[in-house]
């Protein structure tokens, strides 16, 4: 399809841009307070980290992929499922999760999410769907499918699943499972791939045989799009497309959107395996300035778009303050949470 920025107009009202641009920037913030919260450095906007790593453990930043959580999750319910990836900051902010709870839980606090033992790569929220971001490459598949099976067998009306997973996935066993199951099941499920180019430190074309997500998706009856990821109103059109359909009883879908990961795999990764070139050309189709041209072109007011810049910087400047002030965990809540087999009795 044509998923270039100029042809958008087709979406409607201003109001439907600005919302996705204000879910857009409201990750990016996020994502570059806890980037750099997690080196111990000042944040871009003013807050001292005083030396010392706020966020410990492993982060992994979606920086540059906003418009693909914000496109998709603009169609879905508090009671739709949504499972995530190790990279999966921007899908549970974009699914209306609390984001000072969010920084709580990156730097380990009693009010995290999680209670701070799940940290960035383990944030789950029920309340609005969110079922957990994952540590496991294609992990999360398996789980969407399951969540999707039980929706089916509850009758749940016309709620469904979205199962976000990287390019890296689709090269794991768990890819092909989860997509033969959905189909053979015609289970309520979007598959969304968003495909950033890179598996951790290696470049995922070379490692990936045949067309990719889309043409893996095809071969077993999943009727796929391939969508231009960094262009928020395309993914959000192909997005609203999809959803309807598996809504209606369609069965399961694929997006395939192409994006790319700026960050290297971790926060403190530099990415110097990388061509510098690549990344140059990648950081000409940021999702956020296509979207802020394209609505100034359209007559949004360049003051209006700064006040959202404006009011997300200054949010997450406050979720900083609530998280570096939150209490620690109890010692004894290292306890609770924890599965039991019964004292043995399972013998």
């Not at 508090?78 to 209306?96: N, Q």
């Not at 109103?233 to 997005?239: I, L, Q």
């Not at 399961?252 to 990344?279: F, I, Q």
């Amino acid at each position: 399809m044509d998923s270039s920025i100029s042809g958008s107009a087709v979406h409607g009202a201003h109001g439907v841009g600005v919302a996705l641009y204000r879910v857009m920037v409201r990750i990016r913030a996020f994502e570059n307070a806890a980037e750099t919260a997690s080196q111990g450095g000042v944040s871009a906007y003013g807050q001292q980290a005083a030396g010392a790593a706020k966020v410990r453990g492993p982060l992994h930043l979606s920086t540059g992929q906003e418009a693909v959580p914000a496109g998709v999750c603009a169609h879905l319910r508090a009671a739709d499922y949504l499972t995530s990836t190790h990279r999966g900051h921007g899908h549970t902010l974009a699914k209306g999760a609390d984001l000072a709870r969010m920084m709580c839980e990156l730097f380990g606090k009693a009010t995290g999410f999680n209670g701070g033992k799940g940290g960035s790569m383990h944030i789950a929220d029920f309340s609005v769907g969110m079922l957990g971001a994952n540590g496991v490459v294609a992990a999360g598949l398996p789980i969407a499918v399951g969540a999707a099976h039980a929706q089916k067998l509850l009758n749940k009306a016309d709620d469904i699943t979205v199962c976000f997973f990287g390019d890296g996935a689709i090269n794991r066993g768990p890819f092909l499972e989860a997509l033969n199951w959905a189909r053979v099941y015609e289970l309520p499920v979007l598959f969304v791939c968003e495909d950033n180019r890179w598996s951790a430190t290696t470049a995922s074309g070379p490692m990936t045989a045949g067309e990719g997500a889309s043409a893996r998706a095809e071969s077993l009856g999943i009727a796929s799009t391939q969508v231009d990821g960094n262009d928020v109103f395309a993914v959000h059109a192909a997005a609203a497309k999809l959803v309807a359909q598996v809504r209606s009883g369609g069965g399961p879908r694929l997006l395939h959107a192409l994006t790319y990961r700026v960050k290297g795999h971790v926060s403190v990764d530099v990415a110097a395996y990388r061509d510098p070139a690549e990344l140059a050309a990648a950081l000409e189709t940021d999702p956020i300035a296509r979207a802020r041209a394209y609505l100034l072109s359209v007559g949004v007011a360049a003051s209006a778009l700064d006040a959202i810049e404006n009011a997300a910087r200054d949010e997450v400047d406050t979720a900083l303050a609530i998280a570096d002030a939150a209490p620690w965990p109890e010692p004894a809540a290292a306890f609770t949470d924890v599965q039991t087999v019964g004292e043995g009795q399972w013998r």
